[in-house]
């Protein structure tokens, strides 16, 4: 699947962020997810996790519109990040992990068929941020990575898909 305006950076296909709208860039599964949040800030990077050919989204929330500018999608913890499975014309929410810092990690591990997440711990009462390795179950990912079933990263491997905050949108 090929999307226009999407690059790829050591096999992840990575959206750009510096679009200020929905635009051609985003597959409409994106746009589909994004307009159903009321989403006004998020990172998204596309990954193929399941080995299946076709990219799934991970999104970076942040901000909706009844937000009224501020990240009410963050507590001090973190931000909400999406897993969604992308169709030709809209998506399947995969999982929606709260609590998670960039940077958000492809890690080479797998686990039921689907590539391992690393995501930042940090803020919400823990006092030395680390990496949680989130692996799926076979139907999503841990809902929180502070808890287990997702444990600590003992290595930062893995391919960076979303490095910052993202932008308003």
């Known amino acids: 699947m090929k999307y226009p305006g999407i690059w790829t ?7 750009s962020l510096t679009t200020t709208a929905a635009s051609a860039a985003e597959p409409a599964g994106v746009a589909a997810f994004a307009r159903d949040r009321h989403l006004t800030r998020y990172s998204v990077a596309l990954s193929d996790l399941n080995g299946d050919k076709q990219p799934e989204a991970l999104i970076y929330a942040m ?20 897993i969604l499975s992308l169709t030709p014309t809209g998506y399947r929410l995969v999982t929606n992990i709260s609590l998670t810092r960039p940077p958000i990690r492809v890690l080479p591990s797998m ?20 990496e949680a390795r989130l692996r799926f179950d076979g139907h999503r990912y841990p809902k929180n990575p502070t808890i287990p079933p997702a444990i600590r990263a003992k290595d930062k491997i893995g ?7 993202p932008t308003n949108r």
């Open 111 to 130: 686990t039921h068929g689907w590539n391992d997440l690393g995501v930042l711990v940090a803020g919400g009462g823990v006092a030395a941020g680390y």
């Open 159 to 165: 391919k960076t898909v979303i490095r910052t905050l």
């Open 9 to 15: 950076v050591a096999g992840v296909l990575v959206l």
């Open 63 to 82: 901000a909706t519109t009844s937000g009224d500018g501020q990240a009410d999608l963050c507590g001090s913890g973190g931000c909400d990040l999406y």
